[in-house]
């Protein structure tokens, strides 16, 4: 008899026993389903978060290096060192930004200014007669009176204001007129803050005056093109500095912030933020950099993908927990479907005895038992292809919001602790404290909210393939005890 049709009526005879290998088998390719399409999403995800995000790379003075060598410097001189900051070319900055992988670039120039002919938001424990005995340190490196001027605001200058930090983080968003563009550079135009606009009674088309901080017959008049509202609630410190308080920031082109910090800043700028096409290409791109002619004894390239890594985190978790599903439901349902099957051989050892008795090869004798396991993988693969989908969904997305809210807890306990040095703020480095405090601001991005999980045809053949490898194996193990031994000791024992 062939033992195909053996197979068959076997499983039609033991109903119950069949039903039961069907429903664990099932579970099995659920779950390992599950696993696979939360991978597949989750890579899918991640790609194309890296590939719309980018990442970003600074242009900007080694801070540490400087440091190093004013000490050297002075080793010998009784005063503490005193730190200089070396602008960066715009030839600099250009030949970086011809590179490939950059998708855009930015420039970035802080000072510090006083108001001439408008009102600055007072901060809630200054006023007129404290800012009259008291000097706040000015941004962006401006020096005075031994290092600390009055200054009442912070001067951001931009090649464009959308790629500045507050706004392409979202912290600001224009709400009348334009922002900075490209080709204002040389022009004296500003984008102010809706609050200090509604204060002074100013409007688009409006001009203002204002002054160095650390040189007052340097004055300017900025012409308003746009004003913009900031989310920021500010910092402690802006309590006490005027120029800290958020809605005392205006942004210009990076021209005129320089004009304000002197002749010495002419075609020049603090840093440079280089937007990658694609966060991979992220070492390409510093590899290639540090091959040009930029002094990089002087200068450094800080790698930034902070955004990206933020926002794929969660889902790289997910996907690495998903593979860990596939393989222990895998390791463990071969082991649960053996330890069956083999219960269940044993039960048929006088029907295999009487069969090779008969003349039966014992590799048929194998093929019944091996037929029978993969008739139930298939129909559970079968089925699990159609109560895989919804569940992978739920199961992944609950993943991600767990996995998610751990993340945004990390990054809020972080900011909580304090911003940990990097990129480019402080008085003594590119970008100034007005960096710094915009740093401090700004708030985490929202990470990837769900993840769009489908059962690909992939995805089925990959599943199919794990399922007859379960199979076979949980079948050809118990088999070969039994059919190692040989009838009459079967039949003998049977008895």
């Known amino acids: 008899m062939n033992f195909l049709k053996r197979a068959f009526w076997s499983m039609k005879a033991k109903k119950g026993k069949t039903l039961l290998q069907l429903v664990i088998f099932t579970v099995i390719c659920v779950f390992v389903l599950s696993g696979l399409t939360i991978q597949s999403a989750a890579k899918a995800s991640s790609e194309l978060a890296r590939q719309e995000l980018g990442g970003s790379v600074t242009l900007q003075v080694d801070r540490e290096a400087a440091m190093e060598k004013q000490q050297s410097e002075q080793s010998e001189s009784d005063g503490p060192p005193q730190f200089t900051s070396t602008p960066i070319s715009l030839d600099d ?14 420039y970035s120039v802080s000072a510090s200014a006083n108001a001439e002919d408008f009102d600055i938001i007072e901060s809630s424990t200054s006023t007129d007669d404290s800012s009259d005995t008291e000097s706040d340190q000015a941004p962006g490196g401006d020096q005075g009176r031994g290092g600390m001027v009055q200054a009442d605001l912070t001067v951001n200058g931009t090649l464009t204001s959308d790629e500045a930090e507050s706004f392409s983080d979202g912290e600001a968003e224009i709400v009348d007129g334009r922002g900075i563009e490209e080709s204002d550079a040389g022009s004296n135009v500003a984008v102010i803050e809706q609050t200090l606009a509604e204060e002074n009674d100013l409007e688009v088309g409006d001009t203002i005056n204002i002054s160095s901080a650390s040189d007052e017959d340097t004055t300017q008049e900025l012409e308003i093109v746009g004003i913009y509202e900031t989310s920021s609630a500010g910092s402690d410190q802006a309590m006490n500095f005027s120029f800290l308080n958020p809605y005392n920031t205006i942004y210009v082109p990076y021209t005129a912030a320089n004009t304000l910090k002197g002749e010495d800043y002419t075609d020049t700028v603090e840093s440079v933020t280089y937007q990658m096409d694609d966060a991979e290409n992220i070492d390409a791109f510093i590899a290639a950099a540090e091959k040009t002619d930029v002094d990089f004894d002087v200068y450094q390239l800080d790698a930034n993908d902070d955004l990206y890594q933020q926002m794929v985190g969660p889902i790289e978790n997910v996907a690495s927990f998903a593979k860990n599903i596939v393989y222990l439901v895998t390791i463990a349902g071969a082991v649960i479907l053996a330890l069956i099957v083999m219960l269940s051989i044993r039960e048929r050892k006088y029907e295999m005895g009487v069969l090779m008795a008969i003349g039966e090869k014992k590799w048929k004798l194998a093929g019944q038992f ?8 298939i129909v559970a693969v079968g089925l699990s292809s159609i109560f895989g989908n919804p569940i992978a969904n739920v199961l992944g997305n609950q993943l991600l919001d767990q996995q998610t809210t751990a993340s945004a807890e990390t990054t809020t306990t972080s900011m909580q602790q304090g911003p940990g040095g990097g990129g480019g703020g402080g008085p003594m480095g590119g970008g100034g404290p007005g960096q710094a405090v915009s740093d401090a601001f700004s708030q985490p991005s929202e990470a990837i909210s769900s993840l769009n999980i489908n059962v690909t045809w992939e995805n089925i053949l990959i599943l199919g393939g794990i399922g007859l490898a ?21 039949l003998t024992k049977q008895e």
């Open 93 to 106: 900055a250009e030949s970086i930004a011809a590179l490939d992988h950059v998708k855009s670039y930015n």
């Open 370 to 377: 091996i037929t029978e396991i993969v008739v139930i993988a």
């Open 470 to 490: 379960v199979a076979i194996i949980a079948a050809l193990i118990p088999s070969i005890s039994i059919l190692r031994l040989q009838p009459k000791n079967i």
